[in-house]
Each structure stands twice: as structure tokens, then as C-alpha cells.
């Protein structure tokens, strides 16, 4: 990988633009500038949310993007939907260059790729019925009027498992369930072709979970819609994605299809990630052998130096401090697995011994 | 003798809708040393439960029994209360960051929780002995962080310093609230790790409330499953994964997405969890059951044992063999659903069945 701010290609994602990719995002970076105090307040600083990050979504197709709190998958997805600018780098959808579009260069745009937010409570407007909020994507884009819009609207409700009588009734009248269904055909209601999805079922137990998984699985049967899955629960992202993308500090650790990177995990951040996970089974989760990362994701201000993970990793040697390692594919893997590290963990590798270093700081 | 038995307890809210029944008659024992994990979803009253068994539920209405250590927690008068509390029985919550004072240093807030069980130590001492319980927990240079704010911890320090606080006076049970639900992956390995050491270091009792199936596999002895206010089922931790008796058990087990189905379609339970104020009739998990039949309409069925051994329990109608998951079970469950059912019950499977995925009516 180089300098993300040389602005240069950082991996091998194909130039030209294939018939089933639908969004292709180059190199793209995203800093928050940090204001000092004073009157004068002058940019000290960039918290580094996004720094060089490259990946495509396929047509009809789910990528799962995981990574924990703060790693930058929250402001990744933002910037590939166009709700904020980007620092450098390009969104392509279908091919067109979308990144930092002016309002109304971005509208067409708009309807094409939706968001589903993490917290259904917060994500609908209490003071307002259901049958407008859904409707409104229709009224923004002048598309369906009158007694069509309210048509359209049930239909959208009886698609995701609402009972279209509920047409007049307000948000708190619903379950957490229901909320996310309601946030799901107002995503739906343009037809867009991708959605991404922000820890959509985060919020939800696990019995509700399943019933909008599931529902999810359908309309993207139907509909051919394209999905970006953000979420912090391995298994739901395992389950739903076709490929998967791994984030640590705002860059891309490891990115391949979901079996090859859950079986073979390279980077040992993945690696950690996984065998972290709980399983809902006690003989695996009594064999596995957990790696304890020790200490705490670094600050995104003032990240580390080479490999961003060379800090908590059980693997790292001097080379990882100084040096950044490229996202390519390593010997024996297929050219769709990409990992960044300098040490690949192999197969059978305990990392879990080297992990156990006491803690340091 | 067990450290901590609770029997028949009852927590309800009297509310302008109506009486809210948040417990409905549970029973359980915490032994010394060993793991207790409640499982259920939001509303089920795990948290109310263990919140009654501390004096936390002002305005509720409780009855039972809950033997502490030779003591009947409920009734106990606030000043007995405030001398358990802390000192026997310590709690987590799962924000650490509403559970701290955000005005006050880490260490002082642990120093507090000495000094207030224990006058006889001095300033100094109680400081000292904040340093050292940080660096048990694991937080690097507890010299110079005992003097940090909350706000200057991730959350994963911040829920170590509440661990900290919680194993201060060495409690002898330790209540946890889903301790990591708020937590990263990496880091609620890191926390249930030091938990668990902990636990082996003192001989501690842990009751962890959590709904998630995954840390119980985790770090539980014995699990109880909760629904609707009542136990729905109790057992040791393979007996609940392996050999799950009650529906809703197995209902929970099957909606998790398990790596070796990806991309299978989830069976979710279908419909949502009752409103507390307005409970169904008989067993309360009737209209979600794939497995109605008529006396669950009308009859509440109570914790049997089911044949497996050891102590595990159901409150199920069907056969006491009915354990597990394999296919001969599953035919024995349908044949006894088809001999006990007929009209009423029929009407519920059907409408069960006509709205696999759907969420049912609006909530009350």
C-alpha cells in the first residue's frame, strides 16, 4: 500500500469497470479536521477516520464489513452514500465518478442507494405516522401523488411484514421489530439498487433478528438489490455476506470471500477478531483457543507507524513499526483474498500462545 | 447449603394501564464459586429480578423469598440492604460509562467504595489499595491512571474499573448485567477472560444476565432461560444447548445464525415477547409455539424434570423425553402435538403458521 496521501492506487481492484460491479470505491480517505481552542480555532490535527480504502460491491450481492468500534466502517459507509464529503479518493456507482457531487448532481444518485440505520428508535421521526415516513422518499422525488403514493406505501408495508391497516398509526406504537421493517421499506420505496446497511439488527433480540435477516434475504432475491452490511456480530455478517472486508484504524486489514476469510483468516487481526467471537456452543467455545489482544485500539489521530496493527499484534517484528504492508493476496490463497500484513498467519498456527504476552503499554 | 436460594419470587408494578407482572414466581440457587447465566430477550424480567434482590426496584411489589447467606433479602430494611450491598453481593452494569461518576476520579469512586464499608481504613490505605486493584484488573500504570477522570477511559477500562469496584471488599456473589453487551468483540473476550480469573482466584458466585447465547456457552455452569416473567427452563449449560426441552428454548438456538448454515434461511420465532400488563392465557408462550396444544391455552405449565440427567427443568407440556434436536425427538413432538390438539389450539397453529415471517399485530 503507499502513502495514502500520494493519492495513488493502493491494491489490485480491476480498473475497468466489470458488468456486475455496481459500486467501486478507490483509495478513498476521510479526516475529520481537530480544532484547537481559542479564538482562533485552527485545525491541530485530523482524526484519520478513513485512510486509503478500496473495495467493490457486486451486483445483487452482499459485502459485509466488519471491525470494531471506531475503525472507520460507520464513515466509510457515509461517504459511499454521499451523506458526507470525502477527502480524497472515488466513489464510483455504475461506472460514474459520485464522489463530492453537488446537491443536485447527486439527486439521481440518491435514489439508487439507501441507508438503513443501526437504532430504529432513533432513525424515525416520532411525531410523524408511518404511512408519511415511508412515503416520504416518493415526495422528495415528486414520483407517486395522492391516493398512488398511499398505494404504493401499503404495498411497501405488506412487503416487509407490516399490516398496511397500520397506514395512520406513529412510530412508538410499534416493536423494535417493526421499526426496523418500517426503516427497511423507506429504503425500499425508490427501488434502489444498493442498500447499506448500518447494524441493522443490532438493536433487536435475537428471535426478531432472525425475522429481519431474513426478510432481508428475500427482497434481495426479488429486487436484485445490492447490500453493504455493517455490523460487529461475525456471525450475522457470515451468514448474510457473499464477501467479506475486515477494518482496523481506518484501513483494510484482510477483504476476500466470507468462507476463505472465516476459515483462513491471514491477517492476525481477523484472526483475533474471530476466535473473539462467542459461539453459541459450549463444546467449540471450550476447544477454541481464544487470542486476548492485549490493550486498546490506538487513537485514528495519531496512528501508529507501519502496520497499524503492529502494536497489539502477536506476531509483529521490527519490520511491521516501520514498514506498511500492501493488501494482496498471499502464496497459496486465491487472488480474491487480499490481506495486509507482512506475516500471514498459516493454517494451524496457534496465535493464541504468542497472544497471552502480558499486558504492555 | 447454596450461597444464594430464591424461591417463588414475584415482582410486579402497579402502572395507570394496569399492574405490570415483571416476575412471576422464579426459583434458583447460585452456589459458591460457579457461574449462574440468565438468558432472555428485552422484557423477559431477568434485570428486574436481580435488581428486586438488591432493593433496586422502588414501587414494586415483591414477594417470595431470596435466602442470602442465611438472610432473606426481601423485606430487608435499606440500612441492612446498604451493608450487603457492595460489601457481599457486588454489581456490574452494562454501560459502564452511565455506572461511573463522570465528576469524579476513577480511583476516587473505588476509594468511596472501601471507605464506606470499611471506617477503619485511612485515605492513604484505601488509595493504595484502588492502584492495586486497577492493576489486577489489567489497566496499564494504575499509579497514574488512579488519578484519570471516566472520560479518559475506553470502554473497556472503564468496565475494568468497574470490576474493580465490584471486587474490592472480595463480595461473595457478584451480579453482572450484561457486562459486555456495550464492549467489542476483542475487548468482551478480554473482560470475560479477567472475569473468569477472577471467579477461580476468589471463589466467587456469579449470576450474569445477558441475552446473548454466546457468552453463557462462554463463561456459565448452569443457565436458566427466562420468558415472560418466568423460567422457562433450567439446566446445566449442555443440557441447554444440547438437549433443549422447552420450545422457546429451541427457538432461541435455531434463530441464531450458526457458521455452519451460511446463507440458509434463520428460523425465527415468529411473533413478539407478551406485554407484561396483559399476558396470555396458560403458558405465555402459547401464540409464538409451534408445538400448541389445547391445555396450553389454559393451563400454566410449572418447571418439571425432564428425562435427562441432573437437575434440568422445563415448564413445558410435552413429553418429559422430549429433549434436544434430532429428527426422532422432532416426530415424537409432532405426534404428541397431534394427540393434543384439537378446535382452540388448532386456530393458534394455524395462525402461527400462516405468518411464518411476519411479526403478528401491532403491540399493545
Given at each position: 500500500m503507499t502513502d495514502s496521501l500520494t493519492g495513488q492506487a493502493i491494491n489490485d481492484v480491476p480498473a475497468d469497470m466489470s458488468d456486475d460491479t455496481l459500486v467501486r470505491v478507490d483509495n478513498l480517505v476521510k479526516y475529520f479536521p481537530v480544532r484547537g481552542t481559542g479564538m482562533i480555532s485552527r485545525t491541530v490535527a485530523h482524526v484519520q477516520a478513513v485512510d486509503g480504502v478500496s473495495l467493490t460491491i457486486k451486483r445483487g450481492k452482499t459485502l459485509g464489513l466488519v471491525g470494531e468500534t471506531g475503525c472507520g466502517k460507520s464513515t466509510l459507509a457515509r461517504c459511499i452514500a454521499g451523506l458526507i464529503p470525502a477527502t480524497k479518493g472515488k466513489v464510483y456507482f455504475e461506472g460514474n465518478d459520485i464522489t463530492n457531487l453537488s446537491r443536485n448532481a447527486m439527486r439521481p444518485y440518491r435514489r439508487e442507494i439507501q441507508m438503513i440505520f443501526q437504532d430504529p428508535y432513533g432513525a424515525l421521526n416520532p411525531r410523524r405516522r408511518v404511512g408519511s415516513i415511508i412515503g416520504e422518499p416518493f415526495a422528495i422525488h415528486k414520483t407517486e401523488t395522492g391516493q398512488e403514493r398511499k398505494r404504493a406505501v401499503q404495498g411497501l408495508m405488506e412487503r416487509v411484514g407490516l399490516n398496511p391497516e397500520h397506514y395512520n398509526r406513529f412510530p412508538a406504537e410499534f416493536s423494535g421489530g417493526q421499526r426496523q421493517r418500517i426503516g427497511v421499506a423507506r429504503a425500499l420505496a425508490l427501488r434502489p439498487k444498493l442498500i447499506i446497511c448500518?447494524?441493522?439488527?443490532?438493536?433487536?433480540d435475537v428471535s426478531i433478528q432472525a425475522q429481519v435477516l431474513n426478510l432481508l434475504a428475500d427482497l434481495q432475491d426479488d429486487f436484485g438489490l445490492s447490500y453493504l452490511f455493517i455490523a460487529h456480530d461475525l456471525e450475522v455478517v457470515r451468514h448474510v455476506s457473499d464477501s467479506v472486508t475486515v477494518m482496523y484504524l481506518g484501513r483494510v486489514a484482510e477483504s476476500g470471500p466470507g468462507d476463505q476469510v472465516y476459515e483462513h483468516p491471514r491477517h492476525p487481526y481477523s484472526a483475533a477478531l474471530l476466535s473473539a467471537a462467542p459461539a453459541a456452543d459450549p463444546d467449540s467455545a471450550a476447544a477454541r483457543q481464544r487470542i486476548i489482544l492485549t490493550g486498546d485500539v490506538p487513537s485514528p489521530i495519531n496512528p501508529p507507524t507501519g502496520c497499524r496493527f503492529h502494536p497489539r499484534c502477536p506476531k509483529a517484528q521490527d519490520l511491521c513499526a516501520t514498514s506498511e504492508p500492501a493488501l494482496e493476496a498471499k502464496a497459496g490463497d486465491p487472488t480474491t483474498h487480499l490481506a495486509a500484513c507482512h506475516f500471514p498467519v498459516e493454517t494451524g498456527e496457534n496465535l493464541a500462545r504468542a497472544g497471552r504476552r502480558e499486558q504492555q503499554l | 447449603m447454596s450461597l444464594l436460594e430464591v424461591t417463588d419470587l414475584r415482582v410486579s408494578f402497579p402502572t395507570a394501564d394496569g399492574v405490570?407482572?415483571?416476575?412471576r414466581g422464579v426459583s434458583f440457587s447460585v452456589e459458591r464459586g460457579r457461574t449462574l447465566g440468565i438468558v432472555g430477550e428485552s422484557g423477559s424480567g431477568k434485570t428486574v429480578l436481580t435488581q428486586s434482590l438488591l432493593g433496586l426496584t422502588p414501587g414494586g411489589q415483591i414477594s417470595g423469598s431470596a435466602m442470602f447467606d442465611g438472610v432473606n433479602l426481601v423485606g430487608l430494611g435499606s440500612k441492612q440492604m446498604q451493608r450487603i450491598r457492595g460489601r457481599d453481593i457486588a454489581v456490574i452494569f452494562q454501560d459502564p460509562l452511565t455506572s461511573l461518576h463522570p465528576l469524579y476520579k476513577v480511583g476516587w469512586q473505588i476509594e468511596e467504595m472501601i471507605r464506606a464499608h470499611d471506617k477503619s481504613i485511612t485515605r492513604k490505605q484505601a488509595t493504595e489499595r484502588a492502584i492495586e486493584l486497577l492493576g489486577h484488573v489489567g489497566i496499564p500504570r494504575p499509579r497514574e491512571r488512579v488519578n484519570d477522570y471516566p472520560h479518559q477511559f475506553s470502554g473497556g477500562m472503564r468496565q475494568r474499573a468497574m470490576i474493580a469496584m465490584a471486587i474490592s471488599l472480595s463480595p461473595k456473589l457478584i451480579i453482572a448485567d450484561e457486562p459486555t453487551t456495550a464492549l467489542d468483540a476483542t475487548v468482551q473476550a478480554q473482560i470475560l477472560d479477567l472475569m473468569l480469573r477472577l471467579q477461580k482466584e476468589s471463589d466467587t458466585a456469579l449470576l450474569m444476565i445477558t441475552h446473548d447465547l454466546g457468552v453463557v456457552a462462554d463463561i456459565a455452569d448452569n443457565v436458566m432461560v427466562m420468558y415472560a416473567g418466568r423460567a422457562a427452563e433450567k439446566a446445566t449449560k449442555r443440557d441447554i444447548f444440547y438437549q433443549p426441552h422447552h420450545p422457546y428454548t429451541k427457538g432461541l438456538l435455531e434463530s441464531i445464525p450458526h457458521s455452519s448454515a451460511a446463507g440458509d434461511r434463520l428460523k425465527p420465532i415468529t411473533g413478539q415477547p407478551p406485554s407484561l400488563i396483559n399476558l396470555p392465557s396458560g403458558c405465555a408462550f402459547h401464540p409464538r409455539c409451534?408445538?400448541?396444544?389445547?391445555r396450553c391455552l389454559s393451563e400454566q405449565p410449572n418447571l418439571t424434570p425432564v428425562e435427562s440427567a441432573g437437575e434440568h427443568r422445563s415448564a413445558c407440556f410435552l413429553p418429559a423425553s422430549a429433549t434436544g434436536l434430532s429428527d426422532e425427538v422432532e416426530s415424537l413432538r409432532k405426534h404428541t402435538v397431534e394427540l393434543g390438539r384439537s378446535g382452540a389450539a388448532a386456530k393458534v397453529a394455524e395462525a402461527i403458521a400462516a405468518a411464518p415471517e411476519s411479526e403478528g399485530s401491532v403491540i399493545v
Open positions: 448500518d447494524e441493522p439488527v443490532s438493536a433487536l | 405490570v407482572q415483571a416476575v409451534a408445538y400448541v396444544m389445547d
